[in-house]
Antibody, heavy 120, light 107 residues
Framework: QVQLVQSGSELKKPGASVKVSCEASGYTFTAYPMIWVRQAPGRGLEWMGW????????TYAQAFRGRFVFSLDTSVSTAYLQISSLEADDTATYYCAKDLAGGGGWPDYWGQGTLVTVSS | DIQMTQSPSSLSASVGDRVTITCRASQPISYYLNWFHQKPGKAPKFLIHSASSLQSGVPSRFSGSGSGTEFTLTITGLQPEDFATYYC?????????FGQGTKLEIK
């Protein structure tokens, strides 16, 4: 069965960086893109973008260009989200999700989420 | 960006009730509309794609309809496990924006 297992919670200071991992199993990793979604505490879902797991090409929503980087290690079926120069407003749960149909718009299976807390 | 607006923001219902949640897009999105629900502390679960196509394993009490700018999610015969927050999402044009959510609570 499809499973996405994300790395554990992180507590970081402002200005630091964090890298969240998302290990996929139960399907061919390179056949389906990976989507990233953010959810601030008590708030709704925010689409961050997606990465083509075949070519490695990332696509970012405007709000996530610059400090956010999507990457892959296809040898271990894992996608990564790296956030640099962390700010308090980056405090959120970050989800990876497998894309059902390609193009970044159909998140069918989701990881359990990784809480990133930014605090001094 | 396409704005997605859900109504109501919250509603109370009882087990066995029929409920409807509406999602409106700020511009036409054809049938490119997904529905999810999310329980506290858990990841969202994909329920419906393409406005009305039930994802595999989702109970048939869930149904979706609509096209263009107005869509509905209907749950017929609410079960205890259905009390959650529901989100719509457009998959027509990036960024693939979500609605603000509808919290379905037990009456």
């Amino acid at each position: 069965q499809v499973q996405l297992v994300q790395s554990g919670s992180e507590l970081k200071k402002p200005g630091a960086s964090v890298k969240v991992s998302c290990e996929a199993s139960g399907y061919t990793f390179t056949a389906y893109p990976m989507i990233w979604v953010r959810q601030a505490p008590g708030r709704g879902l925010e689409w961050m973008g997606w990465i083509n797991t075949n070519t490695g090409k990332p696509t970012y929503a405007q709000a996530f260009r610059g400090r956010f980087v999507f990457s892959l290690d296809t040898s271990v079926s894992t996608a990564y989200l790296q956030i640099s120069s962390l700010e308090a407003d980056d405090t959120a749960t970050y989800y990876c999700a497998k894309d059902l149909a390609g193009g970044g718009g159909w998140p069918d299976y989701w990881g359990q989420g990784t809480l990133v807390t930014v605090s001094s | 960006d396409i704005q997605m607006t859900q109504s109501p923001s919250s509603l109370s219902a009882s087990v066995g009730d029929r409920v409807t949640i509406t999602c409106r897009a700020s511009q036409p999105i054809s049938y490119y509309l997904n529905w999810f629900h999310q329980k506290p502390g858990k990841a969202p679960k994909f329920l419906i794609h393409s406005a009305s196509s039930l994802q595999s394993g989702v109970p048939s009490r869930f149904s979706g309809s609509g096209s263009g700018t107005e869509f509905t999610l209907t749950i017929t015969g609410l079960q205890p496990e259905d009390f959650a927050t529901y989100y719509c999402q457009q998959s027509y044009s990036p960024p693939y924006t979500f609605g603000q959510g509808t919290k379905l609570e037990i009456k």
